[in-house]
């Protein structure tokens, strides 16, 4: 049975008197408040059933009973909201899984940054080319990318193309989980025209191979687990367009408590966990499970805090830390953070991002990032678990499906290969032969 506990007895709309920062300057309010409005009476996209589900799953994880893998875009757009892009991505993150749950023999919660990663947080508010300023690019659900006065204007119509694009793929999510396509004997399909004529390609197929040899041997035992004809996947995305979030939080009918309607788990980013902001406000209340992204300059005090404030009556899977500190500091700054929150005994799960802490600006002017370094934040997470005898728990990762030439090395895409497929709408992105060459790298760390 289910625990459920009181939060704070506060409503849900108490972080609209909090600084809210990272916030779209929306032009016209009143459309703004015209489109919440119909967004609060809309259904919501994810239920609270889904979400203490998936709490479950993460109290596991936190457990050091499974590993998280999260990943998908760094910001969806409505144009990428097709059936092709989504099974792309969702093919490559089920890949990722089996070589993670076969390959290191542990349960993988699968979870994407999909179906609501419309909004990204930016350094500076403007963007200027020559002698033009605009407001920058905050994502679909904001503006567009286009550099040009009228895209770049922050338009609240926007918000409702993200719950609609936000339902459709999550529409298709669940028919591709549950609908057969994602049986694990369709392991071996996955690959097929993808990557089987790359080394991480090669090592999946033989890899699938000893699974169908398995499932044979289970078969002619008479053992045919249910659980190998579909996936459980769950979504979730940056909770940073506050307007958003509160129009679509909604009261469990069995319980009166409060769920953020939009995705199963919401996280709160490096830029907005102002522990007296609107953001932390929010989340304090939703009872969805929560993450809290912590850079290199996150302290073990302010840990402790989010800790205390998101998750006061210290339940797992309530709370999951995701640390994103860069190669060059993952060692030196992670263990004091997960030796003071062991200590004081709070059940959290600790993921790894290595994205974001190694952004760099290539000559050409593209935002990339190196395959090592990715790779030596995760082999440095793990290294700092291992010493403090604490579970890793899992693996948050910006990733596409396609062939993209965004991040260098890993699958021999150097510098100059920059220019040829760059698609992101923001950071750049693993493709889907670095992805499964990192799932490979990262389960021999599991079984180490």
């Not at 080394?199 to 041997?217: H, K, M, N, Q, V």
């Not at 800790?307 to 994103?324: H, Y």
């Not at 929150?341 to 059940?347: F, G, I, N, R």
């Given at each position: 049975?289910?625990?459920?506990?009181?939060?704070?007895?506060?409503?849900?709309?108490?972080?609209?008197?909090?600084?809210?920062?990272?916030?779209?300057?929306?032009?016209?309010?009143?459309?703004?408040?015209?489109?919440?409005?119909?967004?609060?009476?809309?259904?919501?996209?994810?239920?609270?059933?889904?979400?203490?589900?998936?709490?479950?799953?993460?109290?596991?994880?936190?457990?050091?009973?499974?590993?998280?893998?999260?990943?998908?875009?760094?910001?969806?757009?409505?144009?990428?909201?097709?059936?092709?892009?989504?099974?792309?991505?969702?093919?490559?993150?089920?890949?990722?899984?089996?070589?993670?749950?076969?390959?290191?023999?542990?349960?993988?919660?699968?979870?994407?940054?999909?179906?609501?990663?419309?909004?990204?947080?930016?350094?500076?508010?403007?963007?200027?080319?020559?002698?033009?300023?605009?407001?920058?690019?905050?994502?679909?659900?904001?503006?567009?990318?286009?550099?040009t006065a009228a895209d770049r204007r922050p338009d609240p119509r926007r918000l409702r193309r993200m719950y609609e694009a936000s339902a459709a793929t999550l529409n298709l999510v669940r028919a591709f989980a549950t609908g057969g396509y994602a049986d694990l004997h369709q392991a071996h399909t996955w690959n097929r025209g993808f990557v089987s004529d790359s080394p991480a390609g090669r090592r999946y197929e033989e890899l699938t191979d000893a699974?169908?040899?398995?499932?044979?041997?289970?078969?002619?035992?008479?053992?045919?687990?249910?659980?190998?004809?579909?996936?459980?996947?769950?979504?979730?995305?940056?909770?940073?367009?506050?307007?958003?979030?509160?129009?679509?939080?909604?009261?469990?009918?069995?319980?009166?408590?409060?769920?953020?309607?939009?995705?199963?788990?919401?996280?709160?980013?490096?830029?907005?966990?102002?522990?007296?902001?609107?953001?932390?406000?929010?989340?304090?209340?939703?009872?969805?499970?929560?993450?809290?992204?912590?850079?290199?300059?996150?302290?073990?005090?302010?840990?402790?805090?989010?800790?205390?404030?998101?998750?006061?009556?210290?339940?797992?899977?309530?709370?999951?830390?995701?640390?994103?500190?860069?190669?060059?500091?993952?060692?030196?700054?992670?263990?004091?953070?997960?030796?003071?929150?062991?200590?004081?005994?709070?059940?959290?799960?600790?993921?790894?991002?290595?994205?974001?802490?190694?952004?760099?600006?290539?000559?050409?002017?593209?935002?990339?990032?190196?395959?090592?370094?990715?790779?030596?934040?995760?082999?440095?997470f793990f290294a700092v678990h291992r010493a403090l005898g604490t579970h890793a728990g899992g693996l948050h990762v910006e990733l596409t499906g396609d062939d993209v030439t965004e991040c260098i090395g890993g699958d021999e895409v150097l510098v100059a290969d920059l220019p040829r497929r760059y698609e992101t709408a923001c950071d750049p992105r693993l493709n889907h032969r670095q992805s499964l060459e990192l799932a490979f790298l990262v389960a021999?760390?599991?079984?180490?």
């Amino acid at each position: 049975m289910t625990t459920h506990h009181t939060p704070p007895p506060t409503t849900p709309d108490a972080w609209r008197g909090r600084p809210a920062a990272q916030q779209p300057h929306w032009p016209d309010q009143e459309l703004l408040r015209e489109v919440t409005d119909g967004l609060s009476r809309a259904p919501a996209l994810v239920f609270p059933e889904e979400c203490d589900r998936l709490r479950a799953r993460m109290a596991a994880v936190a457990r050091g009973e499974a590993f998280l893998l999260q990943g998908g875009d760094c910001a969806e757009t409505f144009a990428a909201v097709t059936a092709d892009a989504i099974n792309r991505k969702l093919r490559t993150l089920l890949q990722m899984a089996v070589v993670l749950t076969y390959g290191a023999a542990v349960p993988v919660v699968k979870v994407g940054r999909i179906a609501g990663q419309y909004a990204k947080p930016r350094s500076r508010p403007t963007e200027t080319q020559g002698d033009i300023t605009l407001p920058a690019y905050r994502g679909d659900a904001v503006n567009g990318l286009a550099f040009t006065a009228a895209d770049r204007r922050p338009d609240p119509r926007r918000l409702r193309r993200m719950y609609e694009a936000s339902a459709a793929t999550l529409n298709l999510v669940r028919a591709f989980a549950t609908g057969g396509y994602a049986d694990l004997h369709q392991a071996h399909t996955w690959n097929r025209g993808f990557v089987s004529d790359s080394p991480a390609g090669r090592r999946y197929e033989e890899l699938t191979d000893a699974i169908e040899r398995s499932l044979r041997f289970m078969a002619a035992c008479g053992v045919a687990p249910r659980e190998l004809r579909a996936v459980e996947f769950f979504a979730g995305h940056e909770g940073l367009l506050l307007d958003y979030e509160a129009a679509l939080t909604r009261t469990d009918p069995r319980t009166g408590l409060p769920y953020a309607g939009s995705g199963h788990l919401l996280w709160i980013g490096e830029r907005t966990r102002d522990l007296d902001g609107a953001h932390i406000a929010y989340f304090s209340r939703i009872r969805n499970p929560i993450a809290v992204k912590l850079g290199p300059n996150a302290t073990a005090d302010q840990a402790l805090a989010y800790s205390e404030k998101l998750n006061p009556t210290a339940e797992p899977g309530r709370l999951t830390f995701v640390v994103r500190m860069g190669a060059a500091a993952v060692r030196d700054r992670l263990p004091t953070l997960v030796e003071k929150v062991t200590a004081q005994a709070a059940p959290v799960a600790w993921v790894c991002d290595p994205m974001h802490g190694n952004t760099f600006e290539a000559p050409s002017g593209h935002k990339t990032r190196r395959f090592d370094d990715i790779l030596s934040e995760v082999e440095g997470f793990f290294a700092v678990h291992r010493a403090l005898g604490t579970h890793a728990g899992g693996l948050h990762v910006e990733l596409t499906g396609d062939d993209v030439t965004e991040c260098i090395g890993g699958d021999e895409v150097l510098v100059a290969d920059l220019p040829r497929r760059y698609e992101t709408a923001c950071d750049p992105r693993l493709n889907h032969r670095q992805s499964l060459e990192l799932a490979f790298l990262v389960a021999q760390m599991l079984r180490d």
